[in-house]
């Protein structure tokens, strides 16, 4: 590299992320041609994760504080780079920021109705609804099944797969937990605390800690038979 172009090259001194719009969960910081350089900050606020990852690998992650960037806190980055500890010289890496603030008054419905066999009253076809929240506990997994390298991920973005994700799991737990109805409509706190540790493991599976569900009201009809002859 010449001198004039030296000159010219852009170099990152500090890097954050203020989180200026709502239902943002990860930011990509915006790199383009430009390189960190060495001793650059590092601020990751309250309800805040930054993680360094390079070529598709996941490095190191930092939780709220002020970093100051250098071999010593970024091991992992440092061995897939091959740097000598006393690195001097710019470096490249994807920086990702993950928002853990609790993303509340999420819905969840049933879209079509869930067939149980009631012991007291036959085949039922149960709808519910509902609200849940959410945040991300574990930028890994999130990051690896659901975020991937796009620029930003949004509660929206991840709406859909949740819902599904949700309807699947409660249809499984109904399908197979033989709960009277009268019981489920009677004690919906009771029904709900049921609901979420069913939830619970599938949401650790995205890197995302479920915190709060409750479970609406559930209206139950019978299930037509159709008559022979």
């Given at each position: ?7 010219h ?8 992320w ?8 990860v930011?990509?910081y915006?790199?383009q041609?430009?390189e960190?350089?060495?001793?650059a ?12 990852i390079?070529?598709g ?6 939780k709220p504080?002020?970093y ?10 440092t061995n897939?780079?091959n740097w000598?500890?006393?690195?001097q ?16 008054d999420?819905k ?5 109705p869930?067939?149980?066999r009631?012991?007291?009253y ?13 945040c991300i ?10 975020s ?14 949740l ?12 399908g ?6 009268v019981?489920?409509a009677?004690?919906?706190s ?7 540790d ?12 479920l ?19």
């Open positions: 590299m010449s001198l004039i172009d030296f000159i090259k852009q170099f990152i001194d500090v890097i954050e203020t989180e200026s719009e709502p239902g943002l969960l930011y990509r915006p790199m041609d430009k960190i350089q060495t001793g900050m590092l601020t990751v606020r309250e309800s805040q994760l930054a993680v360094f390079n070529e690998k996941f490095a190191d992650l930092f504080g002020l100051k960037l250098t071999t010593q806190n970024l091991p992992l980055l897939l780079k000598d500890k006393l690195f010289s710019p470096f490249k890496s994807d920086v990702y920021f993950f928002s853990q603030r609790e993303q509340l999420q969840w419905g049933t879209a079509q869930i067939t149980v009631d012991k007291d036959g085949p039922l076809r149960i709808r519910g609804f509902g609200t849940y929240s959410y506990s574990d930028p890994e997994p999130f990051w690896k099944r659901l991937g390298t796009v620029e930003k991920f949004t509660v929206a973005s991840l709406e859909g797969q819902r599904g994700m949700v309807m699947t799991q409660i249809a499984a737990y109904l197979s937990a033989e709960i009277a109805f019981d489920m009677a004690n919906q009771k029904f709900s605390a049921q609901l979420k069913v939830l619970t493991p599938a949401f650790k599976d995205y890197g995302l800690e915190r709060n569900f409750f479970s609406g009201k559930l209206v139950a009809a019978r299930r037509a038979t159709s008559a022979s002859g």
